[in-house]
């Protein structure tokens, strides 16, 4: 019986992840932590605890007295915040990392680990477009920063100690349950509140910057697939690009204006241009498909479609 930590529970991924993990492992197996509380309906729903990724004490003693078999570990500072913080960052992200990759080295109970890299590990030499899974990766962020080293000290781990820890490149992600956490790719879900809320945006992007980008579902599902595929078929022991679909602030914007036909948008970029100018435009995800079926199910209309309906449904 697989019994499950998910750090950083509460944040954007955690939010949708942990009640589709519990769909197939059982509520009580799977273990929703984070620095915050979860809202007051959601701790009804299976346990939860106020846990420091960083705390290594509280953090070996939660795994053992819970007999954790797996964990996802989501804590992380992400883009934007951390070019504001950038040694904090770095920190955060990396000794929360290597707390982790430690543990299951050390807890031979723990036979997987789920830990997510980002796009950001790409960098300007990256080649832009459909960006191969190997290539140049030389980020000038201190999220991307971190996220190739991070990417590095999995690959390490999993071939020095042979451990199963699995990864994926995140695009940037889009959903209504729960608000991004600091990212550049933040606007293409702030678009769908301020056309709600005030029928006009302020985007801190140029117009015709492309970034890849996935709704929620589409991630959860590849998530779940990865960390339940045969490690046999696994031939990435670093971390998988997973492209999702490439698109601009103009095209998204078009496609709202479908529903809301008087919303406006006016372009401000601020230093997130520069994160997103070192993006690529687009990712080749074609190892992740061949190794473990990676499929999507949400287009640019569906998205906007459900975006839409979704953030109307949290105001009324
Ligand atoms: P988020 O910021 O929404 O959530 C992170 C959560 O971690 C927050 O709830 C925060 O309270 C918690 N946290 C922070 N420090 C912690 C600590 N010391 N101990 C325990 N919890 C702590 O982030 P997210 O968007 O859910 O991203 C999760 C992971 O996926 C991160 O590693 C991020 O880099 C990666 N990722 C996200 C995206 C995206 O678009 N959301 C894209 C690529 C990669
Ligand atoms: C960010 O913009 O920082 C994240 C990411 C793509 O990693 N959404």
Known sequence: MERILVIGASGQIGSELVPELRKIYGDENVYSTDLKEPAEEEKQLGPWAILDVLDTKRLVHFVI??????????????????????????????ESLMNILDLAKEIPEITRVFWPSSIA?????????????LTVTEPN??????KIAGERWVEYYNQKYNLDIRSIRYPGLISYKTEPGGGTTDYAVEIFYEAIKNNKYECFLNENTYLPMMFMSDAVKATIDLMTADKEKLSVQSSYNVGGISFSPKEIYE??????????????????????????????????????DLKYEIDIQKLTDIMLKGVKEKFA
Request: hydrophobic share 35%; no cysteine; charged share 20%.
């Open 255 to 292: 496609e709202i204006k479908k529903h809301i036909p008087n919303f406006k948008i006016s372009y401000n970029p601020d230093f997130r241009q520069a994160i997103a100018d070192s993006w690529p435009a687009s990712l080749d995800d074609s190892v992740a498909k061949k190794d473990w």
């Open 65 to 94: 007295r819970h007999k954790i078999t797996q964990i996802y570990h989501l804590a992380a500072v992400l883009s934007g915040n951390a070019e504001k913080i950038p040694l904090q960052a770095w920190h955060i992200n990396m």
């Open 141 to 146: 962020t201190v999220y991307g920063i971190s």
């Open 121 to 133: 590990v790409f960098g300007p030499t990256t080649p832009p477009d459909n960006s191969p899974q």
